[in-house]
T-cell receptor
């Protein structure tokens, strides 16, 4: 069965370190998204991609970057981790326009 | 831009009670509308969807009707169970492929 997987599921890192969260989907979807989930804010879009070599900033993109070198993967990099980036991160993918998105299980990141 | 507003929680109900979670949206054109559910410690799962006006999405006893005249997509269930305890998110997808989410409503169902 097709799926979308995130790794690691849990990560603790120190302030200032570079961190990369992986997202891999086997749906062959063109569209991939990164969200963060925080109490009181719901889900906020960080970055998204509509295809290989395409990346776009979402509403909370400062301090994050993504690259899309193939259809399956959209890694999220925190250039210099900050305590404000402690959150749960979700990756999602979708196919055709206006279709539903499928979500990974999430990565809980703690920056100490 | 597109936006979704859903009722703030938390919502606490007794088993077999009727559930309504309100959701209204602002969007240009004709978006698709969704309800997602998140169980503790898990990712979001699609609960139901509707792609055009007057469509009714349904799944697991939950229903929502796409009302363009009131720009609403309220979630309802006639008789909730303890296992329905979760966080529910209303979302829309408009002209771009991006999903826009409401802030979520936490539901707790007591036996």
């Amino acid at each position: 069965d097709a799926e979308i997987t995130q790794s690691p599921r849990h990560k603790i890192t120190e302030t200032g370190r570079q961190v990369t969260l992986a997202c891999h989907q086997t749906w062959n979807h063109n569209n991939m998204f990164w969200y963060r989930q925080d109490l009181g804010h719901g889900l906020r879009l960080i970055h998204y991609s509509y295809g290989v070599h395409d990346t776009n900033k979402g509403e909370v993109s400062d301090g994050y970057s993504v690259s899309r070198s193939n259809t399956e993967d959209l890694p999220l990099t925190l250039e210099s981790a900050a305590s404000s980036q402690t959150s749960v991160y979700f990756c999602a993918s979708s196919g055709i326009q206006k279709a539903e998105a499928f979500f990974g299980q999430g990565t809980r990141l703690t920056v100490v | 831009g597109n936006s979704v507003t859903q009722m703030e929680g938390p919502v606490t109900l007794s088993e077999e009670a009727f559930l309504t979670i309100n959701c209204t949206y602002t969007a240009t054109g004709y978006p698709s509308l969704f309800w997602y559910v998140q169980y503790p410690g898990e990712g979001l799962q699609l609960l139901l969807k509707a792609t055009k006006a007057d469509d009714k999405g349904s799944n697991k006893g939950f229903e929502a009707t796409y009302r363009k005249e009131t720009t609403s997509f309220h979630l309802e269930k006639g008789s909730v169970q303890v296992s329905d305890s979760a966080v529910y998110f209303c979302a829309l997808s408009g002209g771009s492929e991006k999903l826009v989410f409401g802030k979520g409503t936490k539901l707790t169902v007591n036996p």
